[in-house]
Antibody
C-alpha cells in the first residue's frame, strides 16, 4: 500500500535551518508529485511547495521562495524539504503528500513537528 | 494569488442532519478543487477531487458540486465520525495550491 513516512520532530533555534525527509513506498516514485504542506498550531493548512520526482522540477509558494528547497533522491524514493532562516512563525506540523494528475493529495505522511524556539 | 474563502468557519449540527459548506475562489479555478477532512492530531484525508469526484473509499453521503468560483461540500445524514474540520483546496495551477481557512463541524 502507498506509504509516506516522514522523519521525526525537530527543535531549532531562530535563524537555523531544518531539513525534513519523506520516504515513499508502495508505488512508482517517479509517477506522482510530492507536495509539502504545513500547519501552525491551531491554524489552517498552508501549501509550501512541490517536486516532480521524475525530473526534479520544483515550485514553491511565493511567500517562501528563497527560503525553501525541495529535492529528491530517486535511489531511495525520498523527498526532502529544507527551510532556512527559521523564525517562530515556522513552528508547525509539516506534512508531505502525494499528488497525482489533478486528483488532489491522495496520501499523506504522518507529519513532523518543527519547533523554533530560542 | 488565488484566495479561497470558506463559509461558515464553524458549523453546529446533529447526527442525521444534512450540512453544506461553501468555498469561494477569488478567480475561476474551473473544477480544479478538492475537499479534505481533518481530525485533531491527524493528517488531512482527501474526500473529493475535481469538484465532484468522490475519492475511492469515501462514503457516498459526501458530495461536491460547483465550478468556476463557487463550490459546495454537502454531507448527508451526518454520522458521529463526520465531526471534524473540512478544507477546500484549489489546484488550478501547477505552481500554486491554496487551501481555504477551514470549517469546523461541531456536534450541536
Amino acid at each position: 500500500q502507498v506509504q509516506l513516512v516522514q522523519s521525526g520532530a525537530e527543535v531549532k533555534k531562530p535563524g537555523a535551518s531544518v531539513k525534513l525527509s519523506c520516504k515513499a513506498s508502495g508505488y512508482t516514485f517517479t509517477s506522482y508529485f510530492i507536495h509539502w504542506v504545513r500547519q501552525a498550531p491551531g491554524q489552517g493548512l498552508e501549501w509550501m511547495g512541490i517536486i516532480n520526482p521524475g525530473d526534479g522540477t520544483t515550485s514553491a509558494a511565493q511567500k517562501l521562495q528563497g527560503r525553501v528547497t525541495v529535492t529528491r533522491d530517486t535511489s531511495t524514493s525520498t523527498v526532502y524539504l529544507e527551510l532556512r532562516s527559521l523564525t517562530s512563525e515556522d513552528t508547525a506540523m509539516y506534512y508531505c503528500a502525494r499528488g497525482h494528475s489533478r486528483q488532489g493529495f491522495d496520501s499523506w505522511g504522518q507529519g513532523a513537528l518543527v519547533t523554533v524556539s530560542s | 494569488d488565488i484566495q479561497m474563502t470558506q463559509s461558515p468557519s464553524t458549523l453546529s449540527a446533529s447526527v442525521g442532519d444534512t450540512v453544506t459548506i461553501t468555498c469561494r475562489a477569488s478567480q475561476s479555478v474551473i473544477t480544479w478543487l478538492a475537499w479534505y477532512q481533518q481530525k485533531p492530531g491527524k493528517a488531512p484525508k482527501l474526500l473529493i477531487y475535481k469538484a465532484s469526484t468522490l475519492e475511492s473509499g469515501v462514503p457516498s453521503r459526501f458530495s461536491g458540486s460547483g465550478s468556476g468560483t463557487e463550490f459546495t461540500l454537502t454531507i448527508s445524514s451526518l454520522q458521529p465520525d463526520d465531526f471534524a474540520t473540512y478544507y477546500c483546496q484549489q489546484y488550478e495551477s501547477y505552481s500554486e495550491y491554496t487551501f481555504g481557512q477551514g470549517t469546523k463541524l461541531e456536534i450541536k
